[in-house]
C-alpha cells in the first residue's frame, strides 16, 4: 500500500484535498488482491502447459466444436440484438406513447433477472411442450436442445446492452441536422440512411461488440436450453466446467485463456471505438 | 424529384405546398404507417423476448397451485440456501461499497498518471465469463495450488465453502458501486471540497458531510445493481460452491439442482423469489432515475 501511496504521491497533480495514499492505496490493494491475482493464475497455468501441450488441448475437436458454437452464436445473438435493440432504442427516444416509461424499465429486465431463472423458463418455454416450442413443432422446428435454443437465450441476455449504448447518442442527434437534411431534399429514408446511421455507427458497434462479449462467456441462460450435446450443443464455458469435474485443471486452463484474450481483444476495439468517435463525432459511443 | 419540390416551392410558396396537394407532415419524423410499424417491431421483440420468460417463471411456479408453492418454499434445503445467499451478499456488497467509495474518491478528485488503465482494470470483471471467475479461484485455492493445501492445513476452507462463494461473488459484482460513481464524482468536480477544507474541515468531515449527501443516490443506485447481481449470480458461484446441499447452496444453485430433478414446480418457485428481487430492483432503479436523474450520472447509460 505504502508502495503505491508514493508512487501515486509522485505522479499526481498538488491538490489540498485529503485521502489521495489511503483511497488510493486501498483501492489498488484491493484490485490486486481480487481482480489481478486470480486473473493472472490463469495465465501462471497456461505458461506451465507448454506451447505444443497448449496447441493439443485447444485443437483437441470437442473443444474446438465447442469454442466454434459460442462464437458463432454469439455472433448472431449480437447481429440480431444489433436491428431490434436499435428499433427499440428508436422507438423509445422519439416516440411517445402510454406505458413508455415501463417499457424503457423492462429493457433491463435481462440485467436484473438472474441467470439460472432465465435459463429455465427460457428452456420451459421453447421445450417441445412448451407455449413457443409446441407452435414451432408442427413446423418441424426444434428450439430447445439446438443450436438456435442458445442464441435465443443470448439474444435474451444481450439486448440491453445494444439499446444502453445506442439510446444516449440517439437523445445527442441535434434534430436541427434532421431538419437540413430534409430542406435539401432529402426523403425520410435517406436521412436515416445517410445522416443518422453514420452518427450512431461507433455506438452500433460498441453494443454489437459489448453484446458479442457477454454473450461468449454467458452460462446460465444457456445450459439449460441447450441440451448440452457434445459436438452439438455444448457451449465453451460448460467444456471448463466439465473440464474442473473431471479435475482436469490443464484442459480448463487452456479454454478459459483462449476466451480470456478473446475478451481483452474485444474490450481494446471497444475502446478503440470508443477514441475513433470521440474524434470523429465528439463524443464517446 | 428532389428538384422539383425545391422548385415549386420557391415558386408558389411553402403554405400553398403544404395545403394544396398533401395534408403536412413533418419531415423530421416517421409517416404514421412506417410509425406503428415500427412500434410494433419494437413491442413485439420485448413481450416475445423478455416479457414472456418473466410471465413463464410465475405461470410454471404455481402451477400446480399455491399449496405447492408454499412446501417447495419450506424446504429447508431452500431455506438454507435462501440464507446463505442473504449472508454471501451481506458481506461482498459492503465491501464493494467501501471499494468503490475509495477508488471514485482517488479518481474523481485527483489528477494522476495512469488513471484511465485503473478504470479499464476497474471494469474487467464484466468482460470475463463468470465461469472463468470461479475458475480462477478454484487455481487459486484447490488442491494442487500453493494457497489451498497450506490453508487446509490450518483450518480454513476456502474452496466449496462459504468464503470461496464470497470472493467470486464479489469478484463479479466488483465493478458497480465505482463505475456508477467515477463519472459522478467526476462531474461534481473538488469545489466544494476545497471550500470544506479551506473552512477547517478534516479529511472525513469533508467526506461525511459535503461529498456523501451529493453522491447518496448514485451511490444507492450502484448498490442496487451490485446487490442484484451479488444474488443472482450462478456461473461464478456454480464453479466454487461444490454444491453441498445445506451448505454451500445458493438460490440460483438450489433452482438448478430442483430443476435437473425435474422438481419444476419447486425450482420455478424458488426462482420467484428471485425474479421478485429483479422487479423490485427494476422499479427502485427506475424511480431513482425518474426522481433523482441529475444526480445519478450513469442514468441513461444502465
Known sequence: MSLAAKAGWRLRTPSVIPGFGLTLGFAVTYLTLIILIPLAGVFWRTSE????????????????????????????????????????????????????????????????????????????????????????????????????????????????????????????????????????????????????????APALLTGFALAFARAVGEYGSVIFIAGNIPYFSEIAPLLIVIRLEEFNYAGATAVATIMLVISFLMLLLINLIQAWSRRRFGYGA | MALDIVREETVLGPARLSTAKRPFKRPTTEGPVAKAVLMTLALGFLGFFLVLPLAAVFIEAFRKGLGEFMLALGDPDTISAIKLTLTVAAIAVPLNLVFGVAAAWAIAKFEFKGKTFLITLIDLPFSVSPVISGLIYVLLFGANSMLGPWLKSHGIEVLFAVPGIVLATIFVTFPFVARELIPLMQDQGTGDEEAAISLGASGWQTFWYVT???????????????????????????????????????????????????????????????????????????????????????????
Open chain 2, 212 to 302: 456523501l449527501p451529493n453522491i447518496k443516490w448514485g451511490l444507492l443506485y450502484g448498490v442496487l445493481l451490485c446487490n442484484a447481481r451479488a444474488m443472482g449470480e450462478f456461473g461464478a458461484v456454480s464453479v466454487v460452491s461444490g454444491h453441498i446441499r445445506g451448505l454451500t447452496n445458493t438460490m440460483p444453485l438450489q433452482v438448478e439442482i430442483l430443476y435437473n430433478e425435474y422438481n419444476f414446480v419447486a425450482a420455478f418457485a424458488v426462482s420467484t423469489l428471485l425474479a421478485g428481487l429483479a422487479l423490485v430492483t427494476l422499479v427502485l432503479k427506475s424511480f431513482l432515475e425518474y426522481r433523482y436523474g441529475d444526480e445519478i450520472a450513469g442514468s441513461a447509460k444502465h
Open chain 1, 49 to 200: 502447459l507448454g506451447w505444443s501441450e497448449f496447441v493439443a488441448l485447444v485443437s483437441d475437436p470437442r473443444t474446438k466444436s465447442a469454442l466454434q458454437l459460442s462464437f458463432g452464436a454469439s455472433l448472431i445473438a449480437a447481429a440480431v440484438n444489433v436491428v431490434f435493440g436499435t428499433i427499440v432504442a428508436w422507438v423509445l427516444v422519439r416516440y411517445s406513447f402510454p406505458g413508455r416509461r415501463i417499457v424503457d424499465a423492462v429493457v433491463d429486465l435481462p440485467f436484473a433477472l438472474p441467470t439460472a431463472v432465465a435459463g429455465i423458463s427460457l428452456a420451459a418455454i421453447y421445450a417441445p411442450n412448451g407455449w413457443v416450442g409446441q407452435l414451432l413443432a408442427p413446423l418441424g422446428i426444434k428450439a430447445a436442445f439446438t443450436p438456435l435454443g442458445i442464441v435465443i437465450a443470448l439474444i435474451f441476455i444481450g439486448l440491453p446492452f445494444v439499446v444502453r449504448t445506442v439510446q444516449p447518442v440517439m437523445l445527442e442527434i441535434d434534430r436541427e441536422v434532421e431538419e437540413a437534411a430534409a430542406t435539401l431534399g432529402a426523403n425520410r429514408f435517406q436521412t436515416i440512411a445517410r445522416v443518422i446511421l453514420p452518427a450512431l
